[in-house]
């Protein structure tokens, strides 16, 4: 399978290359986002993408943008990628993997929701007994349950620079109380409701991120991706067990790979060997079968 590692398309004017997805513009109300192949760790882009990995996030965004509607709209238009391109060359390029959406004014939180104790939140846990400032009971373990999901956001870093998590007041300061409050109670809703469902189709939702985004008239819409491998920590319910990290159908087996090689986390990243990205893309097809049955 081929990968693509960088889109160019010839018939849009090219807007914003972020870590992931490639932004252009169709017109004044319109974006066309490609979701390519290239693969982020530590905030870091790796020069070897993962084949097949954007044909997932959009298979997977457009599943879950689907599924819960209901509790917040989302940036997708209706319009077909390849309608909005010219030349085969291009329309190549947005099959399967690019979704032309509305234009909105992204937030400038990402909006982190941990519903397990693991990853930075559970090292955070062991120095000071809290995540992102926020007390837990004492006792817990890795990978444990807690006792209700956090809403814990981080800033939105340039391409190249590192996420910092900042506590709620922060948030109220970047973005006004009201709206502070609409992002923290639709990301707690959007994540119990994608947690229940995966439960049922043998994936622990551990933790996930959510982008927002407003209109002109202020109304908030779900927008980015949407509960994807690359946004989310995804583990098998039959492997599952308090103490230990699950294995996971998500980049972190390329970050894992990553930790032991010694990288100080600042680019650029080792080359990923051949056998490692075969095994990423794998999981990343897994996670897809299971939650869409495709």
Request: aromatic residues 8%.
């Amino acid at each position: 399978m081929s990968a693509l590692h960088e889109s160019n398309l010839s018939s849009l004017p090219l807007l914003h290359r972020g870590k992931v997805r490639d932004l252009y513009a169709v017109d004044a109300q319109h974006l066309l986002i490609v979701q390519t192949d290239r693969l982020s760790a530590f905030d870091v882009i790796l020069d070897d993408p993962i084949p097949g990995k954007g044909a997932v996030l959009t298979a997977v965004s457009n599943f879950w943008f689907d599924k819960l509607q209901h509790i917040i709209p989302n940036h997708l238009s209706g319009i077909a990628p390849e309608s909005a391109v010219k030349g085969e060359a291009d329309i190549a390029q947005v099959k399967d993997r690019a979704f032309v959406t509305k234009k909105l004014t992204p937030l400038p939180i990402e909006a982190i929701v941990r519903g397990y104790l693991v990853g930075s939140g559970w090292k955070d846990y062991q120095k000071t007994g809290t995540i992102c400032g926020l007390a837990l009971p004492q006792g817990l373990r890795e990978a444990e349950k807690l006792p209700e999901p956090l809403f814990t956001p981080s800033t939105k870093a340039a391409v190249g620079d590192h996420d910092e998590n900042i506590s709620y007041e922060q948030a109220v300061v970047l973005l006004g109380r009201e709206m502070a409050e609409k992002v923290r109670d639709a990301t707690l809703a959007l994540y119990v409701a994608a947690a229940d469902y995966a439960l049922t189709k043998g994936i622990i939702i551990a933790d996930t991120k959510f982008e927002f985004g407003t209109d002109a008239a202020g109304r908030l819409y779900l927008i980015d991706e949407a509960l994807t491998p690359d946004s989310s920590r995804f583990w098998p319910a039959d492997e599952y067990q308090v103490g230990s990290n699950p294995p996971s159908f998500d980049k972190q087996f390329v970050r894992d790979w990553l930790e032991s090689s010694g990288w100080n986390k600042q680019a650029p990243a080792p080359r990923i060997p051949a056998d490692v990205l075969a095994k990423t893309a794998a999981k990343y097809r897994e996670a897809q079968r299971r939650l869409l049955g495709a």
